[in-house]
Every structure is written in structure tokens, then in C-alpha cells.
């Protein structure tokens, strides 16, 4: 089964520029996630799909994040413009269904500096 | 405010040592606990646990909820160097789609 896959790795930008990171869920996976993990914290949830629906966005920033899922399988997360507190790893993770029933699965990640 | 607390931040030890990590939790409408192991890239999952009492158990590794006092705990056994890595306790609450809440992990470090 292939995993969650997330591109680019690595992304360094400067303050105020704009930054795209792509996800790609395991096929099936209804419950796609974006999560921020700051160095030496645990992963803080940016938003929640079910399908191409917003469950859960009560922690992205709006006024610079924005995240659409659509056709209900690929997602992007847009930073603009970005700060340098959003240095972080941005993960991207899917579960068959919700966190009461099955795990969610991680990608490796796209490590963002902000200079 | 929904918390998840674990203990301790980080921890060395020998290989062969066995090790208990902890995490307590504080979670309106609580759904599952579950473990995670990250080395340098994705959290991979280990163990999910929903009910009190019931160990899960895979090699090495096993981990425990209670309920009633709110907490899990992760035990590795004969540890090894590959064990090395930081290892997330998350919190579900509330409806199968509800959020899940991660700890800040424990660093564990396995010397030869």
C-alpha cells in the first residue's frame, strides 16, 4: 500500500513571500489532515477534510493559510504571506475514518524555513 | 482546555534497559489514545487504544490505557539503538471525526 505522499521536502523562502505544499492521501482515505509541528512540539492540527469538507479548521490562520481538497483526494496548503513563526514541518495525514476508528498515517513532511 | 501531558521530555538509556514513558490526558469527550513513533521524518503509528485495562502488545513494545485515571503508558522492553527516536502520545475526542491532540513526545535515546 503506497503511503502518504507530500511534496516538496524542503522549502526556503523569505518573509512574506508565499509558499504551496501538495498531498497526496492513501487511496480510500476519506479524512485528510494538515498538521504544524514546530521544532520540539508535538504536531498542532491546521485543518481537517472529510472528502472535499471542511470538518475542523478552528486553528489555521486564515488571514495568511488557506487549504482546499478538491475532488476530494489531493490537497494543497497555501501560506501568503509567510512569517518567520511558520518555520515548521508541515504534515500531511490520512485515515480511512475519523480518529475514533482508524489511525492516521503520515507523510515525511515538508520542512519550510522562513528567512 | 484540552491537554495531553507525557513524561518524560526526554530520557537515555543503555541498550537492554527497559523503558516506560507516560502520558496523562485531559480531554472533554474522549475517543482513543494513541502512540506514534518519530525518528527523522513521519510520525509512524504504533499502537491505538480505546478501551481500559486491555494491553496491546507488538514485540518489544506494549502500551496500556486507563480510563478512570486518565492516562497510557508505553513500555519497551530489551531496548535497542534502532529504538531511538521521539515517541508522540495523541488524544481523539469526540465524534469519529473529531481532533486529535498530540503531547510534545519523549526524546528517547539508546546508547550501545
Given at each position: ?115 | 482546555?484540552?491537554?495531553v501531558?507525557q ?16 502520558c ?11 502512540w ?52 508522540l502520545c495523541a ?12 503531547g ?9
Amino acid at each position: 500500500e503506497a503511503g502518504v505522499a507530500q511534496s516538496p521536502r524542503y522549502k526556503i523562502i523569505e518573509k512574506r513571500q508565499s509558499v504551496a505544499f501538495w498531498c497526496n492521501p492513501i487511496s480510500g482515505h476519506a479524512t485528510l489532515y494538515w498538521y504544524q509541528q514546530i521544532l520540539g512540539q508535538g504536531p498542532k492540527l491546521l485543518i481537517q477534510f472529510q472528502n472535499n469538507g471542511v470538518v475542523d479548521d478552528s486553528q489555521l490562520p486564515k488571514d495568511r493559510f488557506s487549504a482546499e481538497r478538491l475532488k476530494g483526494v489531493d490537497s494543497t496548503l497555501k501560506i501568503q504571506p509567510a512569517k518567520l513563526e511558520d518555520s515548521a514541518v508541515y504534515l500531511c495525514a490520512s485515515s480511512l475514518q475519523g480518529v475514533g476508528v482508524s489511525p492516521l498515517h503520515f507523510g515525511n513532511g515538508t520542512r519550510l524555513t522562513v528567512t | 482546555e484540552d491537554k495531553v501531558v507525557q513524561s518524560p521530555l526526554s530520557l537515555v538509556v543503555h541498550e537492554g534497559d527497559t523503558v516506560t514513558l507516560n502520558c496523562s490526558y485531559e480531554v472533554t469527550n474522549f475517543r482513543s489514545l494513541l502512540w506514534y513513533k518519530q525518528e527523522k521524518k513521519a510520525p509512524t503509528f504504533l499502537f491505538m487504544l480505546t478501551s481500559s485495562g486491555i494491553e496491546k502488545k507488538s514485540g518489544r513494545l506494549s502500551s496500556i490505557l486507563d480510563k478512570k485515571e486518565l492516562f497510557s503508558i508505553l513500555n519497551i522492553t530489551a531496548t535497542q539503538t534502532g529504538d531511538s527516536a521521539v515517541y508522540l502520545c495523541a488524544v481523539g475526542r469526540g465524534s469519529t471525526l473529531g481532533r486529535l491532540y498530540f503531547g510534545r513526545g519523549t526524546q528517547l535515546t539508546v546508547w550501545p
